[in-house]
């Protein structure tokens, strides 16, 4: 998700968190440039196609943003 503007800090609460935590997201990445936060959700049991519209109200803020999917998830094996 990429949150446009502002120059306040990102912030996480815990109601946040749990909402995230009910969602199945277990690893939260917060990435900050000049115009934009972009967050990162992962985790095992975290399904961004159907839970994507709820875990971005969880993180609802007062200024823009854009939500993106994977294209695909892709596994290497070693032989």
Same mark, same amino acid.
Request: net charge positive; proline share 5%.
């Given at each position: 998700?990429l =949150?446009? $503007?502002?120059?306040?800090p990102?912030?996480?609460?815990?109601g946040?968190s749990?909402?995230?935590?009910?969602? $199945?997201?277990?690893?939260?990445? =917060?990435?900050?440039?000049d115009r934009a936060?972009? =967050?990162v959700?992962?985790g095992w049991s975290?399904d961004?196609?159907?839970? $994507?519209d709820?875990?971005? #109200? /969880?993180?609802?803020? /007062?200024?823009?943003s #854009?939500t993106f999917?994977?294209?695909?998830?892709i596994?290497l094996?070693? #032989?």
């Open positions: 998700m =949150v446009y $503007g502002g120059a306040e990102f912030v996480l609460g815990a946040g749990r909402a995230l935590a009910r969602l $199945g997201v277990t690893s939260v990445t =917060v990435l900050r440039e936060v972009a =967050v959700l992962e975290f961004p196609f159907s839970a $994507g709820a875990a971005a #109200r /969880a993180l609802a803020s /007062a200024h823009p #854009r999917l994977p294209e695909a998830e596994t094996t070693g #032989r």
